[in-house]
């Protein structure tokens, strides 16, 4: 994870040796490792690089890289596979090397289809005087553009600002590929000319499947200087995952369980599907393809066993290396037992669990080893980022926390327990305040979710930074203790829902146009991941220095998932609880969970009860105003409250 920047001057008047405050302090909460900046001035225009490195494998290798010929690399991604890393190696500098042997533009474009795994990048290469920027197929790292100065500057970063005179001109860039500028030419023609290499999936039978986002969608919200147009070669981008299985069954199909629409979902149905030889091996290619997924998000980390024995011997116990965003749903839980298949036995896993409360008070009660419960005197932890804490009084039991989330998660937390008793599950309860919420919203988190701006993305955007940020209590049966979950590793269940059909909509698609429609449902949802929630995720983790990863949407998983046909992922003419993310429902059970393979899908929102906390007549998408930049002048205020 990094937070990467370039800003570009096309107007000796508006060059600049620094990035404005605002921004490079949002960027540094991303990379607490290193920072560094640099400059390349041309005659006619001056690009100002910034990069702030969290380090999480191979080397520390301090960014922008510059090579010989004075090409500039930022990077912010993990190359999980298609090009080789050594565990010692740094990715960063590996994809750089690579970068400054290719010769041509095709070349380059070769070497991106390649790489398996999220990232975000900027390229400037210096003889050509091309910048080179993009997102991966799923946009899983941020990267926004602004647009300013009747195109004499633009500026491409990870993160924006919240002063209000930029909030409307920070925009996602598109995952639609790779976009090059040529920096000279815009200087002549001043106007700004987006070269665009899209994403391509081309068939054993030659048949070529363009990308979603057509060349008018990406340039509607574009000022009138800039334009985007398809590159000159008609190069492209190889898609790093196969088309979606759109067959449909030839005849009516028969479900194993025919007669139980209206009957509760219970342990002994899903068993039914599991006699079925067939089911039975894809769900073990299913468990097979996401566990290596998981295996290569935990393994690439810095661990004790790298530590020098007198090093290891002063540290009393082990640190969680690795976080889960955890609500004890269906999602989560398979995440975390997969795991705890390849972490170290002797490292704890962080299970982050949020819920939002009225009381200002959020301290948990516990029960000690005869049932009886206890009023435990603990320690708050303070809003902002220190673990310092404050004394909080007795709580009182009736206001013990009950989200839903939190008593999921507490029944999935034993579930774990009774999967792998050895390892230590940090279950970290993360309670928010009505007042630390509308604090840190206007100071920390909006900017974050900007540009997206509805509702829903507040909720989820809060609900995430809250459980990212993993300060909060471990409950365990001689009392609580304040915590704050220091893995830089952040493992979410998100792609599961989109691929399996876990939402609502899902089943109301499928009742209203059947299997062909909720095949036309899935495929939207993939092609719209990365504007609806990728680049806001990433963003809102990021601001912990901490790195987001995401199992499902692995290119093999996606391509696995892609190549089934919908009856053998989903099966919506069966309860909830059943019918909807049926195949993971099953990879459940066969790694032994048991309540949380049938728990129907709850959306965080809701599990956390941050919706309709503040407001209760509003819809998920609604603009929401909660959302709206502060004025220069109040983050003055509030920086002046804060002191």
């Known amino acids: 994870m990094c937070g990467i920047c370039c800003s570009v001057n096309f107007s000796a008047e508006h060059f600049s040796q620094d990035l404005k405050e605002d921004l490079l302090y949002n960027l540094k909460q991303r990379g607490p490792n290193s920072s560094k900046q640099l400059l390349k001035s041309d005659v006619n225009y001056q690009c100002l690089f910034s ?92 990267l926004l553009w602004h647009f300013s100065n009747l195109g004499k500057s633009f500026c491409l970063s990870s993160v924006g600002t919240q002063t209000s005179g930029m909030a409307n001109q920070w925009q996602e860039v598109p995952a639609s590929g790779l976009f090059r500028i040529d920096l000279k030419s815009t200087v002549i023609s001043r106007c700004i000319i987006l070269q665009l290499y899209p994403w391509r999936y081309i068939s054993r039978e030659n048949i070529i499947e363009e990308n979603v986002n057509s060349l008018s969608q990406i340039s509607a919200d574009l000022p009138a200087f800039v334009s985007v147009v398809a590159n000159e070669a008609k190069l492209y981008l190889e898609k790093p995952v196969v088309p979606l299985n759109m067959m449909l069954p030839q005849a009516a199909l028969e479900t194993h369980c025919s007669n139980i629409s209206n009957v509760p979902p219970t342990r002994e149905i899903l068993q039914v599907f599991l006699t079925d030889v067939h089911m039975k091996e894809v769900i073990q290619q299913f468990i097979d393809v996401l566990s290596v997924a998981v295996k290569k998000r935990v393994l690439c980390l810095p661990r004790d066993e790298n530590l020098t024995a007198n090093e290891v011997l002063k540290t009393c116990d082990r640190k969680a290396n690795v976080a889960i965003l955890f609500s004890g749903g269906i999602d989560s839980m398979v995440i975390a037992t997969l795991a705890d298949r390849h972490i170290p036995l002797d490292e704890p896993i962080d299970l982050l669990n949020v819920a939002f409360i009225a009381e200002e008070k959020t301290m948990p009660t516990t029960f000690n080893k005869e049932g009886n419960k206890q009023k435990n005197k603990c320690e708050i932890p303070s809003e902002e980022f220190s673990k310092d804490v404050a004394a909080a009084a007795d709580d009182s039991p009736n206001k013990h926390v009950s989200v839903p989330d939190r008593i999921t998660g507490r029944a999935g937390l034993k579930e774990l327990q009774a999967v792998s008793p050895s390892r230590i599950w940090n279950f970290v309860e993360i309670n928010v305040s009505m007042e630390e919420l509308q604090k840190l919203r206007r100071t920390r988190i909006c900017h974050l979710i900007r540009p997206l701006d509805t509702v829903l993305d507040d909720s989820i955007g809060c609900a995430v930074w809250f459980a990212s940020r993993g300060i909060g209590w471990l409950v365990a049966q001689e009392g609580v203790k304040s915590y704050q979950s220091n893995a830089k590793v952040v493992l979410t269940g998100i792609g599961a829902d989109e691929q399996l059909a876990g939402y609502s909509r899902h089943r109301v698609r499928f009742q209203s146009h059947g299997l062909e429609g909720l095949n036309k449902e899935i495929m939207m949802e993939l092609g719209r991941i990365s504007s609806r929630n990728l680049g806001r995720d990433d963003r809102v983790i990021g601001d912990h220095g901490k790195e987001a990863r995401f199992p499902f949407l692995d290119e093999n998983v996606v391509s696995f998932l892609n190549s089934l046909p919908i009856w053998e992922k989903a099966n919506l003419n069966l309860p909830r609880g059943i019918g909807e993310k049926l195949l993971l429902r099953l990879a459940a059970v066969e790694l032994g969970l048991t309540a949380s393979a049938l728990l129907p899908k709850r959306a965080m929102q809701f599990g956390s009860r941050i919706a309709k906390m503040e407001k209760i007549n509003e819809k998920a998408s609604d603009k929401c105003g909660r959302l709206q930049i502060m004025s220069l002048e109040n983050l003055s205020i509030e920086k002046e409250t804060k002191l």
């Open 51 to 142: 990069a702030h490195v969290l380090h999480l494998r191979g080397v520390l290798t301090t960014q922008p890289v510059e090579d010989e010929r004075g090409n500039v690399f930022l990077w912010n991604g993990e190359i999980f596979s298609g090009i080789k890393v050594e565990a010692e190696e740094n990715d960063t500098q590996i994809l750089f090397n690579y970068l400054s042997s290719c010769k041509n533009e095709s070349e380059i474009l070769s070497l991106f289809s390649e790489v398996q795994g999220p990232w975000s990048f900027i390229y400037y290469q210096a003889s050509s005087h091309y910048l080179w920027f993009g997102r991966d197929f799923f946009g899983r790292r941020s």
